[in-house]
């Protein structure tokens, strides 16, 4: 999959891209936004409103008006009135600065699963004696057939996605509800009680103050 990393500041561009390289990611960096518009056809784009030369929005704007490739916005604004003028602008996620490395794997991921453009979507995951079949919408647990409402299927996919891994709540919402959830999370609650009532309770961690991560060698 190939990204296009549009971003002026030399150590956080290096940083994103090495890191962005041992996910499995080609990057292509821009460092204005005239070399962003004028880069070769990408898969995901991650700009940062913060260039030397034009405008981010503007650049934006430009992109969405000649591709439909997925944008996610970097920007150290934090006001609604900014997340929602991107959002018009374009943009199909956002991060506000600082962000963490594994929130911006996790948001990229989510953008080509919505833009349904995944190079190679899974179809089948297994974590110990957890089976699912993405395509059929079905899980096995322990070699038995176990019934999920389609929320439930959506947050146990989520989870299994990286077993061991801590998500946390905000992503968890942002992922399986809405990418533009705000309010209660009080639901994620009920869904996780839920899964651990139909599968195994040890089978769920919650990282008190982190979030909630499906236990990988669960017996």
């Not at 080609?26 to 030397?52: F, I, N, S, Y």
């Not at 959506?154 to 989870?159: I, R, T, V």
Request: hydrophobic share 45%; glycine share 6%; aromatic share 4%.
């Amino acid at each position: 999959m190939q990204i296009l990393l549009v971003e002026d500041d030399p150590a956080i561009a290096d940083s994103l891209r090495d890191g962005l390289t041992r996910e499995g990611y080609q990057v292509t960096l821009a460092r204005t936004g005239a070399a962003a518009l004028a880069a070769d056809p990408v898969d995901v784009v991650l700009l940062d409103l913060g260039l030397p030369d034009l405008d981010g929005r503007a650049v934006c704007r430009k992109i969405r008006e000649n591709s439909n490739v997925p944008i996610i916005v970097v920007t150290a604004r934090s006001a609604e009135i900014d997340r929602v003028e991107l959002l018009e602008l374009g943009a199909d996620d956002y991060l506000v600065k600082p962000f963490g490395f594994r929130e911006l794997v996790a948001r990229i991921r989510a953008v080509m699963r919505r833009s349904g453009s995944d190079d190679d979507p899974v179809t089948e995951t297994s974590v110990g004696e957890l089976h699912i079949d993405h395509r059929a919408h079905e899980v096995t647990f322990r070699g038995s057939p176990v019934a999920l409402t389609p929320r439930e299927f959506d947050l146990l996919a989520h989870l299994a996605a990286d077993p061991g891994a801590v998500c946390s709540r905000d992503q968890i919402m942002h992922d399986v509800w809405d990418e533009h959830w705000w309010g209660s999370t009080k639901t994620l609650d009920v869904h996780l009680a839920s899964l651990r009532k139909k599968l195994a309770p040890e089978l769920f961690e919650t990282v008190r103050g982190v979030g909630i991560r499906l236990v990988a060698d669960s017996k």
